[in-house]
Structure formats: C-alpha cells, structure tokens
C-alpha cells in the first residue's frame, strides 16, 4: 500500500515566517530577502531532485525567477500578520522512479492549481530515511492573489474554500492511482478514510528514548518541539474530527482493540491532557462499534463503515456461491478429471472449480499443485467458451498463476484500476481466478466480487489463510471460505522427502513445534551465539550448496530487510572475492545507494510492463555503461527464465528510468510467498510468527536450514515460541451478535439483504453442494485417507464435499429418533435437532456443524452459548479422533 498524504498550510508573517526564506529552502538554493535585506543560503540542502516555477497564462515571464516572485510577494503584502503563500505538500508513491514521480506531480500542480491561476513554485525532493527508505514528497508554494501581466491583484477568497481542498485530495489519490496502473504498479493509494472530512494527520518524527535524552541534554530541542507542535495540532484535528483516529486504526485491521486505540492516541497527542481529552472524544464517537471478546477474552472494536464491507462482502460471497451461471458440459468435466498426472485431490479440486456456481474456494497448502490442477481447469473453462483471466495482489504471483497455469494474469490493483477507467471490464461468460488470496483484504475482496457479481462473471479464489495475512484490513479469505465452503488440497508435491512433506502439513496447521522437531531431527536446525554469527551462518550454508551443486537454485530469506541487506552483502563478498565479479559501479536505486557488478544476481522490485518485469523478477546483469553522473546509466541483465538462471531474455534498464533493484542473493518472507527454489536458508529472528515460517520452510524441493541467534530468540524453545505465535487476522463477521444489534442500521443503508433473503439463501447453501453434485452427475472421487486427513479448517462446516460427518451423525442418531416419534411411536413432523425451538443467530446458520442444521437463530446470549458450546464440542472430539491435539481454544470454550 502506497503511503497517501495531503496537507496545505498558510504561510503567515505573523508567525515570523518569510515567503523567500520557504522558497529558498524547499529549493534547497541562495535568495536574497529585500524587505530583510538578508540571504537566505540553503544550497547546501540534499535531496531535491526538481525545482521549477510553473505560470498561469498570463503572468509576467519575470515571475520564472523565484526572488522576483517571492520577493514580489513579501513587497505586495503590508499587514504584519499577511498571508504570504499557501504551500501544499503530498507524498509520491515510493514505488515510482524520480523521473515517473516528477511527471505526476508537475501533471497535477499544472491541473489543479496553475489551471486556476494560481503561480506554483514546485520543488521535489527525494529524500532517504534512516531504513534506507525513499521518503519521496513534494512541495508547492502557491501565490494567494490574482495574476496578470502587470503582476498580483486581489485576494483571490475562493482559494480558501474547503471544498477546493477536498477536490485537491480526491484528485490527487485518483491521478496517482492512474499513472500506478498505467505503470504496472502494484500498489495503490487509498485515501477515502480521509476525503469525507478534508483533513489529515500530519506525519511526525519520531523521538525515541534517545531523542528524549538528547533533549534533555539541550540537543535537538528544535526538532523535538516540532514534533511536539505536531502532536498537538494532529490531537486537535481529533478532537475535532474523532473518527480519523477510528478510520486510520482500521486501514489495516478489521478490529481492534482499547490499547490499540490508547497506543494511536498517544502518538497523535502532545501531552496527559490532551490524550485523556482524545480518548473521551473518540469512545463517545458514534462510529465505533463494540464487537464482544475475542478467543483471548480482549473486548475488540470496529467501525460502522467497517461492518458494512464485510457485510456486503458476505452477501455478495452467499450470492455467487448460490448463483449458478458458469456450466462446463459434463463431458468436459469428467475428461479434466481424469487426466493424467492428476492425483485425486487434484481431480476433485478441478470438478469442483468447474461446477456452474458463481463463486469457488480452493484452500491448499504450500506446495500441493494448484498451479498444475489450474492449468487443467482452464482447458476445460476455454473449451466450454468461457474466457479465462488471472490476478493476484502481488506482480511475482500474477507472473507465477500465468507460467504456472497458462491463465493471461495481472495485478488486482491494476485490474481495478482498468475497471474504473472502463477497459477490460468483466462479462457474462468470464472466469477470474485470484490466486494468493489469503493476502487480500476485505475491502479489495468486497470490490472485486461485488464487481463480478453484477457482471455476471464467476470468480475463483485461491490461497491458504495459514500463509502471510493480508496487508490491509480483513482476513476476507477465511471468512469466504467460512460462508460458501471449499475445497482443500492437502498433498504436499514441492518436497520430495516424506518427511519433508509432512512437515510442511505441521506447519499448514499451526504445529509448528512437530515439524521444527524433524528438521532439528535432520541436523538442519542451528543455534548460535549472536545473530551476526547466525547471518553469517546462513551465508556459509548458501556458499557451500552453491559449491556443491551450482546447477540448483536457491535463496536466503529473512523476515526484516536490514537482514536481507546484510545477506545480500556477505554473499557478494564470497563472489567478489571468488573472482567471479566483474567492477564494482555505484548504482542510485530506490533502495540507496547500490554496488553491482557483471555477474550480479539482482532483483526487479516495481512492475514494469515495457521492461516485461514483475516485483521480485530475478536475473543476472550482464553488462553496465554509461554512468550515474551524465545520467546514461544502464544495465544489461538478463532474466531468469523457465531453465533458471540464463536462461531468460536480455532487457537493457535505464537506472534514471527504472531504480527498483537490489541485489538478488537474498529476499524477504513476504517477497517469497510464491516463489519455488531447490535449497532455502532461513534467518529466523524474533520478528517471525506462525505464518512466516510456514512460508520460509516450505519454498524448497530438496532442503531448508534454519539458522537463529541465541540473543535475539533465546533457547530452541524460546525459538519455537515465536514461531508458534498466530496473528491470523479476524473480520467483523467472526461476532456475529453485532448484526442483530446493528441489523436497523445496516438496512437504513443499504448494507445487507433483508433477513428473510438471508435465511433463504443460508438454506440454500446448507444443501446446494450436494444437490448440485447429484444434478450434474459428475461422481466425486474420495482419496482413501481422506477420513484421516486433518484439514486446516476442521471444526467449521466448510468442505462442500461433506466429510467427516459421521461421528456427528452418530452423536445425534438418538435424539433424532427421539425428536421423530410421539409416545405412541407413530411418526410425526419433527425439528431435525435437539435444539430446535432456540433462536440462535441466523447470520451463523453457515457455520453450524453438519447434524445441527436444525438451529433457528436468535440472539439470546445463552442460546448463543449452547450455540458454541456444541460446535466446540464437535470440533474437540474430532480432533481427539484423528489423534491430535485438542486446541486451546476448543478447551476454553468447553
């Protein structure tokens, strides 16, 4: 996600402020200040990379001099407390190279501001924070009068509207989210959590404990004021406006908690008072909404606004999974089924997918062949006439989905963007697969079937919650998945050890402790002393594979980047000193200041559609010419291709036109989710969870090691502990007493069906897989250890293949009997569960374990009870059954 800002401010005398000491600053130049016959000298200023004076038709050319301009202004204007210039400030997409961010913003101050008359002094700067980070923003001085020929007029008041700050947000985000998709660009800005109140938190520094103690030392009391005036003024704009505080903390969460919120306000305020002042304000704020406890007895909040996305999601996911447009003859289905190569989940997976419903769910674990069992699907789709089209959030996934399954595939975020804009629209008769979708999030996953649903088209998602969660608020996936069913892919394919493969199923279902043990088992789990001695160790393992079988492919990996950086380095040391490396040549990238040589492994990290590269491209530079200074730097690389490394095509780069690269020895986490290699080498930090070990352990077909600091994660078991934490993230939907409580609400707006269409359509779904399956004819093949399988959401009805239902029925057998007879034996209508007669929740009737499905919803807080008490009790005794362990949670609810 693309970091959106957008903040105009007054530039007034009577805060001691001179319009030629701003302008010389923001363009980092020498001006003479005539009123103060003084100059202010900032030439020695870094990081501005454009600075340019932009005319309204009309002005005098003598206003492209920036002292004349200014200076012009400071003489024009004789209060003491005058308004000299407006300045706006906005951040650009770091993703762009300077020459792309440039054009954006020289496109939109010309647009929005010199349009209007007004003269704009633009100034770029480019700056890189302490992370290595580009911190790209711009500046825009704007005069505040009329402009002729003659030189300044009037007041021109109307510039002072509101309004016109609104505008100038809106089309900031959507010029920007245009140029993104035209470039590619898998990101986005999103800033409709502010547009609705036209204000923003501005960004603070941030002063640490040792900023604290330089102040008190006398050091940076400058800075640490500015923050602190900051503070203030973003803890004002709460007060104001308190539901930016709510809007901000669910950019990324669905939920939250108290301390969540307590931990934001105290960022965003500037002392005791102020904070107790917010917090008042923000509790008392009509748009926050009390959820109930989560599984660790922590009372969750949201948003209204919040509520809504997911509810629209659910409906429109019930919708398509009832809604049956998309029907593959019989025949056609039968002969993907049976075709070689395909093993039995793979089989059922590609009979599923293929049924008529609008709406399927494929959950697989790493590794399992999805991309295999896809590329026969989409045969069997082109032959029935439907047109096959592929996304994913990331451009490495979408590249995989395409060279995986031969589905065309693009970013989400540029597919969106198409769509706004009017091209490549979807249709009745198309099928869009989005694959990775456990890391989209509810508002992107409501977006995308909401779009698809009222077109007609059918939509395929596939992914595995277990893996990396969504960057932005929702676990949408899961909660899909929860409400239409899916069908699971279990068998691990990508390692070709056993044991291997199952240590990867531990991982997909959160043991991670067990399959830590198996590595540990086989030597490849390695404590040492200090981080750095453990860096160091996953770059031995990396140089003695590489020796020992140069033809295989393989990568280090790390959660955090600065150990990606120091992995990078030590590996091009080795290869340096190996003589393998042609001259070292300083490269300006996105990243800082890069070395690369002839020979170099180097990462594409920003999608390019002319240079034919996702983010996370691999290939190895072949050449490099020109240089930095004259601005003719280029590197010759040539691409990974489907042989591995040299095998690809040779694409020439332009360093001052594409910037996004880094060396390609190592990658995070997140980049390698997707990604398949021989050999891994894991830096396991105490940064890591649950999920990210599940993906750093499974990129492998032949081995992973695993190196972590004594230091930094403490003992074996301290290391099994962070690696075991579960950040899965929830939606509102997992509290369903919220919807009863807010039903009035949500129908007032249009959030959510009515509830009698609710109940029709739960009703539907709790029998649509099956008679679907008996209506088209299409047998199902069960793999014989399908009972003995433990799939990753055992404990919720999800499997539109109805396993596992026999302990149920057995459980029930009795009371049924019972339920079905009078005293005198003779047969009667009867409810099909014990607990027929309570209203528990309807919003809940999906999620009801299979012999249960007589629950008629309610709200009162027992019948919930009985409600989860029996649905913990099934998942228990399941769990027992298949020898595992019985979960912390089933236990707390029993």
């Not at 200041?593 to 290939?619: P, Q, S």
């Not at 986490?669 to 396991?684: P, W």
């Not at 709790?766 to 990753?792: C, L, N, T, W, Y």
Request: glycine share 10%.
């Amino acid at each position: 996600m693309a970091i959106y800002h957008l903040h105009a401010k007054v530039i007034s005398r009577a805060t001691g402020r001179s319009a030629v000491a701003a302008a010389a600053y923001r363009a980092a130049s020498r001006l003479h200040d005539l009123r103060l016959d003084r100059d202010h000298d900032f030439s020695n200023k870094s990081g501005v990379v454009h600075s340019e004076i932009l005319l309204p038709d009309g002005a005098p050319e003598r206003f492209l001099d920036r002292a004349t301009l200014w200076n012009e202004v400071e003489a024009i204007e004789k209060r003491k407390d005058a308004q000299l210039a407006r300045e706006v400030e906005f951040s650009i997409p770091r993703e762009m190279t300077q020459a792309q961010g440039i054009a954006l913003a020289r496109d939109f101050v010309r647009e929005q501001f010199v349009e209007r008359g007004m003269v704009a002094d633009l100034n770029v700067h480019w700056d890189i924070g302490e992370d290595g980070q580009a911190k790209p923003h711009a500046h825009v001085m704007l005069s505040t009068r009329s402009v002729d020929e003659n030189g300044f007029g009037a007041k021109e008041r109307s510039w002072n509207d509101k309004e016109l700050l609104l505008t100038w947000r809106g089309r900031w985000a959507s010029l920007a989210n245009e140029r993104l998709a035209e470039l590619d660009l898998d990101v986005r800005i999103d800033h409709r959590s502010f547009v609705a109140q036209g204000i923003d938190l501005e960004p603070q520094n941030k002063i640490g404990p040792a900023g604290m103690r330089r102040e008190e030392r006398g050091e940076d009391a400058e800075r640490v004021a500015d923050h602190l005036e900051i503070a203030r003024r973003n803890g004002e704009r709460l007060l104001a406006e308190p539901h930016v505080a709510l809007e901000a903390l669910t950019r990324q969460q669905s939920t939250f908690t108290r301390q969540d919120l307590a931990r934001f306000v105290d960022r965003h305020t500037a002392d005791a008072e102020q904070f107790s002042a917010v917090m008042v304000r923000v509790e008392a704020c009509p748009e926050l909404v009390a959820l109930g406890k989560d599984g660790h007895g922590r009372e969750r909040f949201s948003t209204r606004a919040m509520i809504g996305v997911e509810q629209r999601l659910e409906e429109a996911s019930l919708a398509m999974g009832q809604s049956q447009g998309h029907a593959v003859p019989l025949a056609v289905r039968r002969a993907a089924m049976a075709r070689d190569g395909l093993g039995d989940e793979q089989a059922l997976a590609v009979g599923e997918v293929t049924k008529s419903r609008d709406l399927s769910v494929v959950v697989g674990y790493a590794g399992t062949g999805k991309s295999t069992m896809l590329g026969v699907a989409r045969a069997a789709w082109e032959e029935a006439g439907y047109r096959v089209r592929g996304a994913a959030l990331s451009g490495i996934a979408a590249e995989g989905l395409e060279a995986g399954s031969g589905i065309e595939s693009r970013t989400l975020a540029s597919l969106e963007r198409a769509w706004e804009r009017g091209f490549d629209l979807l249709e009745r008769g198309d099928v869009l697969v989005v694959d990775e979708a456990g890391m989209v999030g509810s508002r992107q996953m409501e977006r995308v079937l909401s779009v698809a649903r009222e077109a007609g088209a059918k939509v395929v998602l596939l992914g595995d919650p277990e893996q990396l969660q969504a960057i932005e608020a929702g676990g949408a996936f899961r909660a899909v998945a929860e409400r239409v069913g899916s069908v699971e892919i279990t068998t691990v394919r990508r390692q070709r050890e056993g044991w291997q493969q199952a240590a990867t199923k531990e991982l997909a279902t959160g043991r991670i402790e067990q399959a830590l043990g198996r590595y540990e088992a086989a030597g490849l789990v390695r404590g040492h002393g200090t981080l750095e001695e453990a860096r160091a160790g996953v770059v031995a393992g990396w140089e003695e594979a590489r020796q020992a079988a140069p033809e295989e492919s393989q990568i280090m990996l790390a959660h955090r980047r600065v150990d990606v950086r120091a992995l990078n380095e030590a590996a091009r040391e080795i290869r340096r000193d190996a003589g393998e490396l042609g001259d070292d040549v300083l490269v300006p990238t996105a990243q800082g200041e890069r070395v690369f040589a002839d020979g170099e492994r180097v990462y594409f990290l920003r999608n390019d559609r002319a240079l034919g590269v996702k983010n996370g491209t691999l290939g190895t530079v072949r050449g490099i010419v020109g240089s930095a200074e004259a601005g003719d730097l280029a590197m010759s690389v040539q691409l990974d291709g489907p042989g591995g490394a040299g095998t690809g095509r040779v694409v020439s780069v332009s360093v001052a036109e594409y910037d996004a690269l880094d060396h390609g020895y190592a990658a995070t986490i997140h980049k390698s989710q997707g990604v398949t290699v021989d050999r891994a080498h894991v830096l396991a930090t105490g940064s890591m969870d649950r999920h990210g070990a599940y993906v750093a352990l499974s990129r492998h077909r032949e081995s992973v090691s695993i190196h972590w600091g004594r230091d930094d994660v403490g003992d074996l078991d301290g290391l099994v502990r962070r690696l075991s934490r579960e950040r899965l993230k929830d939606t509102t939907l997992d509290y369903p007493h919220v919807r009863d409580r807010d039903a009035g609400f949500a129908r007032r707006r249009g959030l959510h069906v009515p509830e009698s269409e609710i109940v029709v359509e739960r009703e539907k779904a709790a029998s649509g897989p099956r008679q679907d399956r008996q209506a088209e004819g299409v047998p199902m093949p069960e793999p014989a250890s399908a009972q003995q399988k433990r799939g990753m959401f055992d404990g919720l009805d999800l499997s539109v293949r109805g396993r596992n239902r026999k302990m149920e029925k057995d459980v029930l057998t009795g009371m049924e009997a019972e339920a079905g007879k009078g005293k005198s034996g003779v047969e009667r209508e009867a409810p099909a569960s014990p607990f027929a007669g309570l209203r528990l929740p309807r919003v809940q009737r999906e999620q009801v374990p299979a012999g249960l499905d007589g629950f008629i919803p309610g709200s009162d807080p027992l019948q919930q009870a009985v409600e989860r008490y029996a649905r913990a009790w099934v998942d228990a005794e399941r769990m027992v059954r298949q020898e595992l362990p019985v979960l912390e949670h089933q236990k707390k609810a029993l």
